[in-house]
C-alpha cells in the first residue's frame, strides 16, 4: 500500500530529513511512504507548478493519505494539507490523520483573538463565528476521516516537539497497515 | 449547472443571508447555488456529523465549486474550504475560487509574525520557511484552480468589506457559466 505523507512538514528546516524518517517508519510496518520532497534535490530550487504536478501524481499513485493537522501558522491546519486530504477523500482513497495539539479548535482560538458570546455563539474579535463542537478542528476534516478512514490520532498531552513528535504519526502507519491485513484484496493496488 | 458555495462565509453573522444573495447571484447567470446553510433553519441546533453529510451530499451533486479563499484567523485560507476545494479537484469537477485580498502570501504572513531569511529561504519566527512564489495561497490550491477550472480571481485592490463584496465571487459565477455555455453536454449534469 502506497501512502501520500502531507503535511506542512515541508515548510520544516529539515523538511527532508523528517520526510526521510517517516518514510522509513511507513517501510516498517509494510507500506510504502510517497513524501512531497522525495524526488527534490532542492525544493527551492522547482517551480510552484512542478511541485504542484508532483504531488498530484504521488497523490494519484498513492493509496492512502496520512496527513498532518498540526496547527499551522494560526489556529488550524494547514489549508495545503487540508486541501490534500480533500483531494483524497473526494478520490475514495483511505484517509488518515493526526494532529500534535490535543487541544479543541475553539480553545485554540482563544489564543489568537478575543473571544466573546454573542445570541450564545462563540464570536472572534471581527464578529465571525467560532465552530464549538468540541472537535480538534473544522468539522469537514474530523468527519472525513472518521467516515473516509480512520478518526484523527490526537496525543493525550501535546509533545514538547509537536513538529519532530512522531508518535501520533506511527499510530496512523499502524492502522494503515492493520488496514491492509484486513483487505488482503488491496496488496495488489 | 450545479455549483456549490464554498467558505467561511458560513461564519459571518448573516450567514444565511449573504447565502441567499449569492444563490440569487448564480440564478442570474442561470447557475443553481447551493450553500451550506440553504436547507439549516439553524445551523447552531445540528450536530457536526449531520453539517458535514449535508456538505458532502451538496458537493458530490454539484458540477462545479466557488471557493471563498480570503484568508481567514490567519494568513491563509479557512481549511475547511480548502478541503472542499480539494474534494472537489479530487472528484473531477470544475473549479473556481476567489479571494478578496490580492496580496501575496508571503507579504501577509508579516503581519502575524516576524519574518526572516535564513540560507535564502524566508522563515517565520518559529523557523518554519514561508512558500514564497509570489502566489496568493499555496500553491496546491492555486495550481488546483489553475489547471481544474479557472484561476483564481483577485480584486485590483482589496474592498473596504472583504466578507460582504461579492464583485470577485460574480466574476466566479460568469466564467462557470460561460463555461456552461462552452460545454452544452454538460446542462443535462
Redesign the interface.
Known amino acids: 500500500m502506497k501512502v501520500y505523507l502531507a503535511g ?1 512538514d515541508v ?3 529539515d ?1 527532508v530529513e523528517i520526510g526521510r524518517i517517516k518514510v522509513d517508519l511507513c517501510a516498517r510496518y509494510g507500506l510504502t511512504g510517497l513524501y512531497p520532497l522525495d524526488d527534490a534535490m532542492d525544493a ?1 530550487a522547482r ?3 512542478s ?3 508532483d ?1 498530484e501524481a504521488m497523490m494519484i499513485e498513492a493509496d492512502a493519505i496520512i496527513a498532518n493537522l498540526t496547527p ?9 494539507t ?10 475514495g482513497k483511505l484517509c488518515l490523520g493526526y494532529s500534535n495539539d490535543p487541544s479543541a479548535y475553539a480553545d485554540r ?1 482563544r489564543k ?2 478575543e473571544v466573546s458570546s ?1 445570541k ?2 462563540l ?2 474579535e471581527t ?5 464549538d ?1 468540541g ?1 480538534s ?8 476521516l ?2 473516509h478512514g480512520c478518526a484523527l490520532v490526537l496525543p493525550r498531552q501535546g509533545p514538547a516537539d509537536i ?1 519532530h513528535d512522531l508518535s501520533a504519526f506511527e499510530s496512523c502507519v499502524r492502522m494503515a497497515a492493520e488496514r491492509l491485513a484486513a483487505e488482503p484484496a488491496s496488496v495488489a493496488r
Open positions: 506542512p515548510f520544516l528546516p523538511a527551492a517551480d510552484s507548478l511541485i504542484f504536478r504531488n499551522f501558522r494560526g489556529p488550524g491546519a494547514d489549508a495545503g487540508a486541501y490534500e486530504l480533500g483531494y483524497m477523500a473526494g478520490r482560538v489568537f483573538t454573542r450564545g455563539r464570536v472572534d464578529g465571525l463565528i467560532i465552530e463542537f472537535l478542528d473544522n468539522l469537514m476534516m474530523i468527519h472525513a472518521e467516515l513538529w
